[in-house]
């Protein structure tokens, strides 16, 4: 009997998927997802209705009017245990099933193109064609995305290699990435950073990059903190320890670190300082945080903040304890405390309290937009046990304006400033490129695009009608009763979440036909809608790869020996690419490395510095004749050795400039760059495709390369290189030529020149028609005939050959 009237339902409404179907309502329940419409049959037992000769049929029914057999989107079945009828029963059952099969006959015509329609995406082996869209869309979509983080973040080699390789390293968290920076002046209000360096032991907080808690770290300098060796792990307690206040007192060294999380203020005593230490009593039993103390008028006054007390300001409080020693017994401020409010006046310390021309600094954070976002520094006017006034003064700390680019260019929260045996004075700051929650926020952006990219995947699905949104019967409510009652089915059709999940499925799954019609393959306007929704989907899934892997999107120097250092970037340009130049000096002085950009005007004008938009200073050179020799002219304003010769029209990503300039660290003897060229025995100039072509390359083009700027300016400019600067002049081209062959003569047999593969490299000058060589083949042309001229002044080159792939670092091949 069920068969039966199954069989009409799926021929009318073309579902070929009968197996399946067939179990739900034998279980209980038939739901086809096409129509807006339920119908709820109850059949009732005869023998239990005395008064009935068959079957008695309920309908209700919600929606328009129509035949009630057009469409079935639900059907539910409740039977008595015993499920044999009368005879009479049997023959009602059969004519309401032949009513439904000629219903079925009469609307045929009316939905036949409806259904046609359908039937097309969801017929046969739908649960095969299911599959296979959604494998060959996750698929492609997973084959682009790791080809982007492939292309765009590839290995960071040469980051960790201060790092040994059984350290699990720094590991990033949602607190950020905290660096340490050594400033260095007469003053604490004139600190400059420094570069060359008595003996300094620097105690910092070390997070443990298994449990994530707090240890404290120390490292030595032995100049001035030009260079830092770690020592170890001074102090490791159960709890997290922060901010190590360390101070002398009566010939002994002692150390005050943060351990709020017990609830206590701990004082350790040095027992083989800088590595062992002892508790030597629990000074308070209050949770403060960021405590200090400093000496003034006879007595020791200790600063700090409780945020665990009803109604405090979280890093907007600031208590004040006295005592007559440091040891204690401490008593509170009788105003304290002393400051409750908002977060960004510096409430709480931000480092250690210091003494300057008789008077008492205290040391601030703003945390108003970001936890540390800004050092703020107080001049204590009153300190007394029972009155407290202070007033905020300007403090200037030299910062980077490379935001993320740079170790302190976003917040910057701890200052610390000693004044050394010299009279002078040292100052370490910590500082971060990210925001606090950077990590958390990173993340969220990246999973959101990813389920974004899914739910394109699944839209498409429903569109080309391959994907039905299907809930199970399961989840309805009394799905295990023998018997549904009345009560039970309103209840379930008015409120119930499975009920409304239903309704929202089955509408998702009446995708008009001409929504569908969108997306049919066959039409241009079905193969466009395709294509931008796949492409929406590839930019979404690229979007949460670089959320979750590409990092911060900061843009990090690569360090050698574990020590970090900077360049000089030259150009050399004049009046005609002014905006060439001002793209330039906004992308590259953001570059980590860059210390400053020297600009060489060769004619017309020079522009004004307000002119150009830049992070580091600008300094631009005007020459008296226009010659290409002026690139290398020596320079004795330039302040680092290192210098990067870079075209105005060459545009490469930092990162790639900051593998050249590690590159030359390793090899500062020789020219790095990202051009490669080989001459070979016929001395005729070729582009980078005659040098890959022959697996090898010996010079290197001096539009984008490190140097070192004395040994190299000094070799150009020599009496040796005399005729080869006059055929520059008389070619104007080929000093880049002529400065790869005296490295060469100047190496020996040794190798002269290094090659650093760029990600990506655009030449602007194509975008604003003034390049130098606009002319391909002249340009060709006068550059062999340059390399014929020089091999017979300096030797030929066609003798060396370096191979591409030759270094460990891969940056090479």
Not at 238 to 265: A, C, D, K, R, T
Not at 530 to 554: F, P
């Amino acid at each position: 009997m069920y068969q039966q009237l199954y069989n009409v339902i799926c021929k009318r409404h073309g579902e070929l998927n009968r197996r399946k179907r067939l179990t739900s309502f034998e279980s209980g329940r038939f739901w086809n997802p096409i129509s807006k419409f339920r119908i709820h049959y109850q059949i009732i037992n005869t023998k239990q209705k005395k008064n009935s000769s068959a079957l008695f049929t309920r309908f209700r029914r919600r929606g328009r009017k129509k035949n009630r057999f057009s469409y079935f989107p639900m059907m539910e079945v409740s039977a008595s245990a015993e499920e044999t009828t009368e005879s009479t029963g049997k023959h009602s059952w059969q004519k309401n099933v032949a009513a439904a099969a000629h219903n079925h006959n009469h609307n045929h015509n009316h939905n036949h193109h409806r259904y046609k329609y359908i039937s097309n995406y969801g017929g046969g082996g739908s649960s095969g064609r299911r599959f296979l869209f959604f494998v060959s869309c996750f698929g492609f979509y997973a084959l682009v995305a790791a080809t982007y983080a492939w292309l765009a973040f590839p290995p960071h080699i040469g980051r960790t290699d201060h790092v040994s390789s059984s350290s699990l390293g720094c590991r990033e968290d949602n607190e950020g990435s905290w660096s340490i920076g050594v400033f260095y002046g007469d003053s604490p209000f004139s600190l400059k950073p420094i570069e060359t360096g008595d003996t300094l032991y620097l105690f910092f907080e070390n997070k443990n990059p298994i449990t994530l808690q707090g240890d404290i770290g120390v490292a030595e300098s032995i100049d001035k903190g030009a260079t830092w060796k770690p020592l170890g792990i001074a102090l490791d307690e159960p709890w997290h320890l922060s901010f190590p206040f360390v101070f002398n007192y009566n010939g002994e060294i002692y150390m005050m670190p943060e351990s709020n999380q017990i609830g206590q203020l701990h004082l350790y005593r040095a027992v083989n300082f800088p590595l062992s230490w002892k508790l030597e009593k629990v000074i308070l039993q209050k949770p403060l945080v960021d405590s200090t103390i400093i000496h003034h008028q006879g007595n020791y006054w200790l600063f700090g903040s409780d945020h665990s007390s009803f109604g405090t300001k979280k890093n907007g409080q600031l208590e004040i304890w006295h005592s007559s020693t440091p040891l204690g017994p401490w008593k509170p401020h009788k105003k304290n405390p002393v400051y409750n409010g908002k977060r960004n006046v510096g409430a709480r310390n931000g480092g250690r309290a210091f003494s300057h021309n008789g008077n008492i600094y205290r040391v601030g954070q703003d945390c108003g937009e970001s936890y540390g976002k800004k050092i703020r520094i107080f001049k204590v006017e009153v300190l007394s046990k029972e009155e407290y006034r202070e007033v905020e003064v300007p403090f200037d700390l030299e910062m980077s304006h490379k935001g993320k680019n740079s170790w302190n260019g976003v917040r910057q929260h701890h200052f610390d400033v000693r004044q050394l045996s010299s009279g002078e004075y040292i100052g370490f700051v910590d500082g971060d490129r990210v925001t606090s929650g950077d990590l958390f926020h990173r993340v969220f952006l990246g999973y959101a695009s990813l389920a974004a990219a899914i739910s394109a995947v699944v839209l498409l699905g429903f569109l080309l009608g391959v994907v039905n949104c299907i809930v199970p019967s399961t989840w309805c409510m009394n799905y295990y009763a023998e018997k549904r009652t009345d009560s039970l089915l309103n209840l379930e059709s008015a409120g119930l979440f499975s009920e409304k999940l239903r309704r929202i499925c089955s509408r998702l799954n009446r995708v008009p036909p001409f929504l569908r019609g969108l997306v049919k393959p066959n039409s241009s306007l079905g193969r466009l809608t395709l294509g931008l929704v796949v492409l929406v989907g590839v930019l979404l899934a690229c979007v949460g790869i670089r959320y979750i892997y590409g990092g911060s999107g900061a843009v990090e120097p690569y360090p050698f020996k574990g020590h970090l250092s900077q360049f000089t970037l030259a150009t050399m340009t004049y009046d005609a690419r002014l905006w060439n130049l001002k793209m330039y000096v906004k992308h590259y002085s953001r570059c980590p490395s860059v210390k400053e950009i020297l600009v060489i005007w060769n004619k017309g004008p020079p522009p004004e510095l307000t002119d150009l938009d830049s992070a580091v200073p600008v300094r631009i050179r005007v020459e008296k004749q226009n010659s290409l020799n002026n690139r290398f002219n020596v320079d004795p304003l330039i302040k680092t050795r290192a210098v990067l010769e870079l075209d105005d029209d060459i545009m490469m990503s930092c990162d790639v400039i900051e593998k050249g300039f590690r590159v030359w660290r390793e090899h500062p003897e020789r020219l790095v760059g990202f051009y490669p060229r080989f001459v070979d025995r016929t001395m005729t100039y070729s582009a980078e495709k005659f040098a890959r072509s022959h697996n090898g390359y010996n010079m290197i083009l001096t539009g984008a390369a490190f140097m070192d700027a004395g040994f190299a300016f000094d070799m150009y400019q020599s009496d040796k290189a005399k005729l080869g600067r006059e055929f520059v002049d008389e070619q104007f081209n080929c000093e880049d030529v002529l400065l790869n062959f005296l490295y060469a003569n100047a190496s020996g047999s040794g190798k002269a020149v290094e090659y650093v593969r760029p990600s990506w490299a655009v030449d602007t000058s194509k975008l604003s028609g003034v390049a130098i060589s606009g002319n391909t083949n002249q340009h060709y042309r006068k550059r062999s005939k340059c390399l014929r001229r020089f091999s017979d002044l300096y030797g030929s080159l066609s003798d060396r050959r370096w191979e591409f792939g030759g270094r460990k670092d891969g940056w090479d091949l």
